[in-house]
């Protein structure tokens, strides 16, 4: 339970609602109520003018609500029988309208403000994610993601909603039924109630493996829907390897896991449920018995009209306190899925704003100051006592081995992660004083893996600017080289793209994602070995196009190609963390025996190794 406090915000955001809900939850119950206490007066009524027809009925008024007894006093000058039942039974009938109105007055508060709720920590979840650190993205699966998101979040609506609404109901009605029939006859309420106790120790006993199995219900959901996930994004891989076989029996073992747990915990709730309405059965016969034991011997009061009465309070109490199991199941699924949420919702993200943090402009100056970075979750070292200094409006090309940290200093440069010591500056300002959105903002950023969203074409393109006019999309994707090809698609830019860009080839993806960040026309922008997919005469319009579009920006290339049309003012080669040569491309070429001679000889020569990468 501990793990639903973190619900009080939300229940206090709509509080009007929640108020109101139990109100209207009260005052149902309080009609249901009533119409036992008419019944009892009738059955008397009618029994007291059969069998003593030459003597008034004996009725005790204070037994009765005080809205019971003026319904009782309004009979007093009807003498017929048969007009006194069917005036009761009309009022029986309005009593019954107004709980319905009542009950959906409820559920149009409680149900609804479960949905507002559900809403709310949708978006605080979403939200959430979005703040934490790539780091974060790389240890949690994206199906465990989705289904916090969803599943655990519907369970805990299912708390604020009708979980909440069962409980004000059930105490609501024991309460109200239980105060009239202790004022009716308290020796028979002893009675009815006896089997109450044993169902409390059940439900004590009963709700602690619940919250365990329902724990383990949803890590394995979780597994599943990972599984699943993974399964559909790379199904092309799946099936060109043809491991469809061992995928599904992969997935099915996670299912069997899954079902297991559901049908365990099914067992639990098939054996609680029945146990409860066998003890509210108990009560019913221990009412009839007692109670008629006591009428026929004349003991306590007891009248055909109290063990009527009594009887339809128990059958009132049947849906409440069978309800008892199903509320805390209810319960215990939703707290086990509120911690699950809780476990990222208290994380705090190592990459923050300072709070003294500033909305600086980048001008374009860039600088490498002593930088070292170990990567937390697999401690390698990526870049050692690194230096590097870029003027503005110069033209960088970094170089070097995979796993030498080219794609790492960009991150840093994104600020995607924290140096372990050392600083990297603009324009004399620590990358660490700039607010978060105003540095990204600042700086367009071409990734190594290239992500599109299922939208148009257009719509890819102008995420880096929503507000951008067609004219401006188009000159982009020109600049990009990847126009003519949009053009020649059946709707131009308003073509959908599939999932992860799909139904794209990997050179158009990438183009694509070049006219992206150059939409948004930065004074900064960052190029992370993004035109791989492509061939030597689309690179070369490309880069003949961005000669252009680079003038007076300050550009970082990354890559594992040397470009032959692009005049770097310096080339920067890697390795180990460390940088290995720099120089003009002249400069590097004179050196003996150096990695970029030799990598720049066997590119000429059409020839690329693994061991350039």
């Known amino acids: 339970m501990k793990h639903l406090k973190a619900l009080r915000k939300y229940f206090w955001k709509y509080r009007m609602r929640l108020g109101a809900g139990i109100l209207f939850v009260i005052l149902s119950n309080y009609f249901n109520v009533l119409s036992p206490q008419l019944m009892r007066f009738i059955i008397n009524y009618v029994d007291s003018k059969i069998a003593f027809s030459s003597q008034p009925p004996v009725m005790r008024l204070d037994e009765y609500d005080v809205v019971v007894r003026k319904i009782i006093e309004s009979f007093s000058n009807i003498d017929s029988i048969s007009k006194v039942v069917i005036i009761a039974s009309l009022i029986i009938l309005l009593l019954a309208l107004l709980r319905g109105f009542f009950m959906f007055l409820m559920r149009q508060?409680?149900?609804?403000?479960?949905?507002?709720?559900?809403?709310?920590?949708?978006?605080?979840?979403?939200?959430?994610?979005?703040?934490?650190?790539?780091?974060?993205?790389?240890?949690?699966?994206?199906?465990?993601?989705?289904?916090?998101?969803?599943?655990?979040?519907?369970?805990?609506?299912?708390?604020?909603?009708?979980?909440?609404?069962?409980?004000?109901?059930?105490?609501?009605?024991?309460?109200?039924?239980?105060?009239?029939?202790?004022?009716?006859?308290?020796?028979?309420?002893?009675?009815?109630?006896?089997?109450?106790?044993?169902?409390?120790?059940?439900?004590?006993?009963?709700?602690?493996?619940?919250?365990?199995?329902?724990?383990?219900?949803?890590?394995?959901?979780?597994?599943?829907?990972?599984?699943?996930?993974?399964?559909?994004?790379?199904?092309?891989?799946?099936?060109?390897?043809?491991?469809?076989?061992?995928?599904?029996?992969?997935?099915?073992?996670?299912?069997?896991?899954?079902?297991?747990?559901?049908i365990s915990l099914a067992r639990v709730e098939a054996v609680y449920f029945p146990s409860i309405m066998l003890l509210i059965g108990i009560s019913t016969l221990l009412t009839i018995m007692i109670g008629?034991?006591?009428?026929?011997?004349?003991?306590?009061?007891?009248?055909?009209?109290?063990?009527?009465?009594?009887?339809?309070?128990?059958?009132?109490?049947?849906?409440?306190?069978?309800?008892?199991?199903?509320?805390?199941?209810?319960?215990?699924?939703?707290?086990?899925?509120?911690?699950?949420?809780?476990?990222?919702?208290?994380?705090?993200?190592?990459?923050?704003?300072?709070?003294?943090?500033?909305d600086f402009e980048i001008d374009g100056d860039v600088n490498f100051e002593e930088v070292n970075f170990t990567y937390p979750d697999t401690g390698i070292e990526a870049l050692k006592s690194f230096n590097l200094k870029i003027k503005k409006g110069k033209k960088i090309a970094i170089t070097g081995k995979t796993g030498s940290g080219k794609t790492t200093i960009a991150q840093l440069m994104l600020r995607m992660y924290e140096v372990s010591s050392g600083s990297v500056e603009?324009?004399?300002?620590?990358?660490?004083?700039?607010?978060?959105?105003?540095?990204?903002?600042?700086?367009?950023?071409?990734?190594?893996?290239?992500?599109?969203?299922?939208?148009?074409?257009?719509?890819?393109?102008?995420?880096?600017?929503?507000?951008?006019?067609?004219?401006?999309?188009?000159?982009?994707?020109?600049?990009?080289?990847?126009?003519?090809?949009?053009?020649?698609?059946?709707?131009?830019y308003d073509t959908m793209i599939g999932e992860r860009g799909v139904t794209l080839s990997g050179g158009q993806k990438q183009r694509i994602s070049i006219a992206r960040a150059l939409l948004k026309k930065p004074s900064l922008i960052i190029f992370d070995d993004c035109l791989s997919a492509v061939d030597a005469k689309t690179e070369q319009e490309i880069m003949s196009r961005l000669q252009q579009y680079l003038n007076n920006k300050t550009a970082i290339i990354i890559t594992h190609r040397v470009f032959s049309l692009l005049s770097f003012d310096r080339i920067v080669v890697l390795d180990n963390g460390r940088i290995a040569e720099q120089g003009t491309h002249e400069?590097?070429?004179?050196?003996?025996?150096?990695?970029?001679?030799?990598?720049?000889?066997?590119?000429?020569?059409?020839?690329?190794?693994?061991?350039?990468?």
């Open 109 to 262: 508060t409680i149900i609804v403000m479960s949905r507002h709720i559900e809403y709310d920590q949708k978006n605080e979840v979403y939200t959430k994610y979005q703040q934490l650190d790539t780091e974060f993205f790389k240890k949690n699966n994206t199906g465990d993601l989705m289904n916090r998101i969803s599943e655990d979040v519907s369970r805990v609506r299912i708390f604020t909603g009708p979980a909440i609404m069962y409980i004000v109901n059930l105490v609501s009605v024991i309460g109200l039924s239980v105060f009239f029939m202790v004022k009716s006859s308290p020796q028979l309420t002893l009675y009815v109630l006896l089997p109450l106790p044993i169902l409390a120790v059940i439900i004590y006993f009963v709700n602690s493996t619940i919250h365990k199995k329902s724990e383990r219900i949803q890590q394995s959901l979780s597994n599943l829907t990972t599984n699943a996930q993974e399964s559909y994004s790379g199904i092309r891989v799946i099936k060109s390897f043809v491991q469809e076989y061992a995928m599904l029996r992969y997935f099915t073992a996670n299912s069997e896991t899954y079902r297991r747990n559901a």
């Open 292 to 358: 008629g034991l006591y009428y026929i011997n004349g003991q306590h009061g007891i009248t055909l009209g109290t063990i009527v009465e009594f009887i339809v309070y128990v059958n009132m109490l049947t849906f409440p306190v069978s309800a008892i199991g199903l509320t805390a199941s209810m319960i215990q699924r939703a707290a086990a899925s509120q911690k699950r949420l809780n476990e990222f919702l208290n994380i705090t993200p190592e990459i923050k704003d300072k709070p003294d943090a500033h």
């Open 426 to 492: 603009y324009d004399g300002h620590d990358v660490r004083d700039f607010k978060l959105s105003s540095l990204r903002e600042q700086i367009s950023y071409v990734p190594q893996d290239v992500f599109l969203f299922s939208e148009t074409v257009e719509n890819n393109i102008r995420f880096a600017i929503p507000n951008a006019k067609r004219e401006e999309v188009v000159e982009a994707a020109e600049m990009a080289g990847v126009a003519k090809e949009i053009d020649g698609f059946k709707e131009g």
């Open 587 to 613: 400069e590097l070429m004179k050196i003996p025996n150096g990695f970029y001679a030799k990598l720049y000889t066997r590119q000429q020569q059409g020839r690329y190794d693994d061991d350039d990468a």
